[in-house]
C-alpha cells in the first residue's frame, strides 16, 4: 500500500486494541458452544480481511483489522479450552505438545509461502487470497461438523425409536 512505517504501526495498534478486547471478552462466550464459536471466528477473521484485498483505502482497512482483533483476540481461549474438554487427561500433555509442535512450523510456513506470493501478485491481492480462503476453511470446518452430527444422530434416533431435527 505504499504507506509510511506509522501507518503500518496504526494498522498493529487496532489489531492489538481489538484483539486485547476480544480477548477480555472471552469470558462472555463460556455458555456458547464452542465450536461454533471457534467456526464464527474463523470466518469473521476471513471477512475482516476483505477490507485490506478488496482496496487501498486506509479507514476501511484499519476497521477490518480492529474489527478482525475483536473476532480473533477469543481464538487461542476457546481452541485450548476444546483441546482440554475433549482430550482424556493422561494425553492432554502429549496433545498440546503435538499441536504447539504443528502450528509453530506453520507459522513460519504461511511466511515462506507469503513472501513469493506477495512478490507475484502484490500485498492486497495476497491479503484478498488469505480472506477467501480462510473463509472457506471456515465453511469447511462447519461442514465437517454438522456431517460428524448428522452421523452421530441417526445412531441415536435409531437405538431409542425416535426420529429428531438436526440442528447445528
Same mark, same amino acid.
Given at each position: 500500500?505504499?504507506? %509510511?512505517?506509522?501507518?503500518?504501526? +496504526?494498522?498493529?495498534?487496532?489489531?492489538?486494541?481489538?484483539? *486485547? &478486547?476480544?480477548?477480555?471478552?472471552?469470558?462472555? /462466550?463460556?455458555?456458547?458452544?464452542?465450536?461454533?464459536? !471457534?467456526? %464464527?471466528?474463523?470466518?469473521?477473521?476471513?471477512?475482516? +480481511? /476483505?477490507?485490506?484485498? !478488496? @482496496? $487501498?483505502?486506509?479507514?476501511?482497512? /484499519?476497521?477490518?483489522?480492529?474489527?478482525?482483533?475483536?473476532?480473533?483476540?477469543?481464538? *487461542?481461549?476457546? %481452541?485450548?479450552?476444546?483441546?482440554?474438554? $475433549?482430550?482424556?487427561?493422561?494425553?492432554?500433555?502429549?496433545?498440546?505438545?503435538?499441536? %504447539?509442535?504443528?502450528?509453530?512450523?506453520?507459522?513460519? +510456513?504461511?511466511?515462506?509461502?507469503?513472501?513469493?506470493?506477495?512478490?507475484?501478485?502484490?500485498?492486497?491481492?495476497?491479503? !484478498?487470497?488469505?480472506?477467501?480462503? *480462510?473463509?472457506?476453511?471456515? &465453511?469447511?470446518?462447519?461442514?465437517?461438523?454438522?456431517?460428524?452430527?448428522?452421523?452421530?444422530?441417526?445412531?441415536? @434416533?435409531?437405538?431409542?425409536?425416535?426420529?429428531?431435527?438436526?440442528?447445528?
Amino acid at each position: 500500500m505504499h504507506g %509510511s512505517p506509522g501507518l503500518l504501526g +496504526l494498522y498493529w495498534t487496532v489489531f492489538g486494541i481489538g484483539a *486485547t &478486547a476480544g480477548a477480555l471478552g472471552a469470558a462472555l /462466550l463460556r455458555h456458547r458452544p464452542p465450536w461454533p464459536v !471457534l467456526v %464464527s471466528i474463523i470466518v469473521g477473521w476471513g471477512a475482516a +480481511l /476483505l477490507p485490506l484485498g !478488496l @482496496t $487501498d483505502a486506509v479507514v476501511p482497512g /484499519l476497521v477490518g483489522l480492529a474489527l478482525g482483533g475483536l473476532v480473533y483476540g477469543p481464538f *487461542t481461549a476457546i %481452541s485450548t479450552a476444546l483441546f482440554q474438554r $475433549d482430550t482424556p487427561p493422561q494425553a492432554l500433555s502429549r496433545v498440546l505438545a503435538a499441536r %504447539s509442535a504443528l502450528t509453530t512450523p506453520a507459522t513460519a +510456513l504461511g511466511t515462506l509461502v507469503g513472501g513469493p506470493v506477495v512478490a507475484a501478485v502484490g500485498g492486497r491481492h495476497t491479503l !484478498l487470497i488469505s480472506a477467501v480462503l *480462510t473463509i472457506a476453511l471456515g &465453511a469447511g470446518v462447519a461442514a465437517a461438523l454438522r456431517l460428524a452430527r448428522f452421523r452421530r444422530e441417526p445412531a441415536r @434416533t435409531r437405538s431409542s425409536g425416535r426420529t429428531s431435527t438436526i440442528r447445528a
